[in-house]
């Protein structure tokens, strides 16, 4: 079973070898505590604060391992400079497609029915989609990455 973000990491590294197509949608966790508790932690006192640190980022592991033949898509959810903040996520995790998901607009994000994307490629061209089902939004995704095999 895998348990931590570490864990995680290492099967996706050892999958990734034998894929075409990766499409990895979320991060597992962007931070993990420093030290890990092995019984419960008792309320003791009024406050208390976890150590964390950053864990090793899969997507772009994945990123700097691609071969030429493999595609690699990734998400971005963002709240500010949206466009450019994707791109960025787009070079530096070297990414063949990146779906922008922005918590601006209307009928995108969590607890909704629909969403709303755009998709960048490695060339920055941007195809932007209108608010629909998410079921329809995985259809453009699909879609898109078809255009490049």
């Known amino acids: 079973d895998i348990v931590s973000a570490a864990q995680m990491l290492d099967a996706c590294r050892l999958e990734f070898e034998n894929a075409d197509i990766t499409v990895m949608s979320a991060a597992v966790a962007d931070y993990t505590p420093v030290?890990?508790?092995?019984?419960?932690?008792?309320?003791?006192?009024?406050e208390f604060s976890l150590e964390l640190k950053k864990t090793t980022d899969i997507?772009?592991?994945?990123?700097?391992?691609?071969?030429?033949?493999q595609i690699l898509v990734g998400f971005a959810l963002e709240t500010?400079?949206?466009?450019?903040?994707?791109?960025g996520k787009l070079t530096r995790k070297n990414l063949d497609l990146i779906v922008l998901n922005s918590l601006n607009d209307k009928g995108a994000g969590f607890k909704m029915n629909t969403n709303k994307i755009t998709i960048f490629n490695r060339s920055f061209e941007?195809?932007?989609?209108?608010?629909?089902s998410k079921t329809a939004v995985a259809k453009d995704i699909c879609n898109e990455i078809l255009k490049l095999v």
């Open 126 to 132: 941007k195809t932007e989609f209108e608010t629909k």
């Open 80 to 87: 500010e400079n949206e466009e450019a903040h994707a791109q």
């Open 35 to 46: 030290t890990t508790a092995t019984q419960k932690i008792k309320k003791t006192t009024d």
């Open 59 to 69: 997507l772009s592991s994945l990123g700097s391992i691609k071969r030429a033949d």
